[in-house]
């Protein structure tokens, strides 16, 4: 009997480590679930409409406010999009300016990350609070100053070029005076003034972060290769690239998802949304829904489309992570 009394006490003792263990593993998704809620209001509640919005055909803004009808159209507004010539010329806009922007911010980013990682702390420091004053700008407010650069009377690169010798300006470019010049009207120099602005603004994160991975990597690999008689180009290509190769694919991954939403700096520099030959995707979305007369359900298929194309990347990305992980 004694025995018989003494198993059900052992069993609750061995039962009771269980029960607190799975309480314990229960407590980390408890202490997320308030930001989860949070972010399941602000971002995927919205994203949800615009899905829905995206299946009806909606023409005013009393059909947003529930005074008349969604007429359901289901993949129509999808169709319409892919068979307009005019969505290739949008997209092959969006995939080339986002490519090149992507190389540029990258290669310019880690050139800065390494100048920075070679200079002393307190030089790094002043030049890092330099280089991260353009991060800290707002999109808004570099665009417009940028704008103001590039403005036709009284920007200062028109006042540069007029203060070229006239032989000189006459030689290279065929004109003497720039008063006037339209330095947004072309659609390629355009591209290269938007790319300019979006570069710029980018490019701090890409050092900073390369600058703490650089951190991460112990200093006698380095050391060891440059008493082997390696170029700084090998030691980087040999040890800094692998090393840092996941920050680098995180960076790519993200400058990706920024260059293909670019919408601030195009619409402040386009001065709305006039100049068509120059669309990219965002800005498409946005013109489609809010240029009279308004199409709020084409306007929301295209961001549907944008979307998708993101996940599609950040999802390439993960499942590159996750092989490199099993190789390893």
């Known amino acids: 009997m004694s025995s018989q009394t003494k198993n059900p006490e052992t069993a609750v003792a061995r039962e009771t480590p269980v029960r607190r263990r799975r309480r314990v593993d229960r407590l980390p998704y408890l202490l997320l679930l308030p930001a989860l809620l949070i972010i399941g209001v602000l971002l995927l509640w919205p994203l949800g409409q615009v899905v829905v919005m995206s299946f009806y055909r909606l023409n005013s803004v009393r059909q947003l406010r529930g005074d008349r009808d969604w007429p359901w159209v289901g993949l129509g507004n999808y169709t319409d999009i892919l068979s307009d010539p005019f969505f290739l010329t949008v997209l092959r806009n969006t995939v080339l300016f986002a490519a090149a922007n992507v190389l540029l911010t990258m290669v310019l980013g880690t050139l800065v990350g390494l100048l920075l990682n070679r200079l002393g702390r307190k030089m790094a420091t002043f030049v890092a609070s330099c280089v991260m004053l353009a991060w800290a700008t707002p999109a808004l407010t570099g665009t417009i100053v940028w704008k103001w650069i590039f403005d036709d009377t009284s920007g200062l690169v028109t006042w540069l070029f007029n203060a070229l010798p006239d032989g000189l300006s006459n030689g290279l470019f065929g004109r003497s005076d720039w008063t006037g010049y339209g330095w947004f009207n072309s659609p390629l120099l355009f591209f290269a003034i938007l790319t300019l602005v979006v570069v710029w603004h980018s490019f701090p994160f890409i050092a900073v972060s390369v600058l703490a991975g650089l951190k991460s990597v112990p200093s006698e690999l380095h050391e060891a290769a440059r008493v082997d008689g390696a170029s700084p180009w090998r030691v980087f290509w040999k040890i800094t ?40 995707l965002a800005i498409y979305s946005y013109a489609e829904a809010f240029s009279p007369p308004p199409k709020y359900g084409l306007g929301a298929a295209i961001a549907v489309i944008l979307t998708l194309i993101l996940l599609v990347v950040t999802g390439f990305y993960v499942r590159m992570v996750l092989r490199q992980e099993d190789e390893s």
Not at 254 to 267: A, E, P
Request: proline fraction near 8%; charged fraction near 10%; avoid cysteine.
């Open 241 to 280: 690239f692998p090393l840092l190769r996941p920050v680098f694919g995180i960076l790519i991954v993200l400058s990706t998802i920024w260059d293909f939403k670019v919408f601030t700096q195009q619409f402040v520099l386009a001065g709305g949304t006039q100049d068509r030959p120059t669309f990219m």
